[in-house]
């Protein structure tokens, strides 16, 4: 009968807290909204089977050795990981106050040499780091995931929109503010004390904005890896919303007679062209701002390897097999972040509503700077195409295209779109190269 107990004790039912059923519900959610919804699978079925992993109770299955040993550990241990990390235990408190002051101390800005003590310690006595622990420091902690994915995203981009219509640079350029002005919005709500983000968690915030997931990751990993479940998560979510979310405003911000405007047949844009653009891009961009070299470093990299013509295995491999498996790592050490004291906190909410507002905004800075731009130039330039600025690729660019069906069956202006969303992907890498500079 004792054994029976002390099976029931050990099983993640009786252990289960409401925040992890919870997590549980959000999971499933994810995966019911990519598998029946459609809304980004390759990432959303990763990362919700990820987070319902994580949340499983006595699994530890996201915790590092440190941590799974505050959790199920005895006195004796805590003692030893108390003694590593320089934290006093009161005698007479009990130890579930042992676990929240040792929780809290792994989780503060302790050093890291004290961190690997501490893990140390929770190896000498038995403990292991969890399955998607060991993702996570493998896939995002090293940034490796990240950077893999823009590689493939550039193996799988065409520059030539935007080569035969450099103007469109700008309407790129324009979406970004988004992740300013959420930038400026999060520190705004901290300094009135409706939430708490210190500077370096509003950038990575902002970064939202650019509607650019792998940059979102990367970004939050190295400024605010304590918010990287809810921004990757609220980044994916708003990408796959876009048809939702951009169709309104771009609707509010322009008159019938500007939907209405045909662009003029894009210019051929020749292979040289096609292969000196990366290089150029990249050395510009990198002696400028050194910081954003990794991430559009590997955007250039896979598009010279896309237009270069002589490794088209290569190319294959990257667009291909190379982002896939990467994908499947790098969405599964999100949902690792999907832990319920972590997740279900009142700043969760405050990122949610912070990127919504970033995406509106980058959307309708596309749009007015379009609309400025048809007023400047001589060749008419359709607002619509605007909204594509944010760097969510294709689908920025398909919404564009279909609203001007929608009021002009015979304007078609889906490559004319993909010069500024191809821009956005190069704008969103700069911003993140400015937030890195000066906060990382």
């Known amino acids: 009968m004792d054994k029976l107990l002390g099976l029931w004790q050990g099983s993640g039912l009786y252990n289960m807290s409401i925040g992890q059923a ?14 029946r919804k459609g809304f980004e699978p390759l990432l959303l079925v990763p990362i919700g089977f990820g987070g319902i992993l994580a949340n499983i109770p006595q699994a530890g299955l996201a915790l590092s050795a440190a941590e ?71 896939a995002i902690a090293s940034g490796v995931a990240p950077l893999v994915i823009f ?144 991430l559009l470093g590997m955007f250039c990299f896979g598009n010279l390897m896309r237009e270069c013509g002589v490794v088209e295995r290569l190319s294959d491999t990257t667009q291909n097999a190379l982002i896939n498996i990467t994908t499947i790592f790098l969405g599964l050490s999100v949902g690792s972040k999907l832990v319920a004291d972590r997740f279900l906190t009142v700043e969760t909410l405050g990122i949610l509503a912070l990127g919504v507002v970033a995406f509106g905004i980058g959307t309708a800075c596309g749009v007015l700077m379009a609309k400025l731009m048809n007023r400047l130039t001589r060749e008419p330039i359709n607002p619509l195409i605007g909204s594509a600025g944010v760097s969510a690729v294709p689908m920025a660019a398909r919404v564009s295209n279909k609203e001007g069906l929608r009021h002009n069956p015979q304007n078609f202006l889906l490559m004319h779109a993909m010069g500024p969303n191809v821009a956005g992907v190069i704008g969103s890498a700069v911003a993140a190269g400015v937030m890195i500079k000066y906060l990382g």
């Open 151 to 294: 590689m493939g995203v550039g193996a799988m981009t065409d520059f030539g929109p935007l080569l035969a219509n450099p103007k469109t640079l700008f309407l790129g350029a324009a979406a970004q503010f988004g992740i300013f002005a959420t930038l400026l919005g999060a520190v705004a709500l901290s300094a009135l004390g409706v939430m708490d983000f210190s500077l370096k968690q509003a950038a990575a915030i902002g970064i939202i904005g650019g509607a650019d997931g792998p940059t979102s990751i990367y970004v939050s990993s190295l400024l605010a890896p304590e918010l990287l479940g809810a921004i990757a998560v609220a980044s994916y979510s708003y990408m796959a919303l876009v048809p939702l979310i951009q169709p309104p405003i771009m609707r509010a911000l322009t008159s019938d007679k500007e939907r209405r405007i045909a662009m003029t047949q894009l210019r051929p844009v020749s292979k040289t062209e096609k292969i000196f653009f990366p290089l150029v891009l990249l050395i510009l961009v990198a002696l400028c701002l050194p910081d954003a070299a990794p």
């Open 22 to 35: 919870a997590m549980i519900l959000v999971g499933l959610v994810l995966l019911f909204l990519a598998i």
């Open 68 to 138: 799974q040993a505050v959790h199920l550990g005895g006195g004796d241990v805590l003692r030893a990981l108390a003694g590593a990390l320089d934290v006093g235990l009161t005698s007479g408190a009990g130890i579930e106050t042992w676990r929240a002051s040792l929780t809290q101390a792994l989780h503060g800005d302790t050093a890291p040499a004290v961190l690997r003590a501490a893990g140390d310690v929770a190896e000498g006595a038995g403990y292991t780091n969890g399955m998607l622990y060991n993702f996570y420091s493998v």
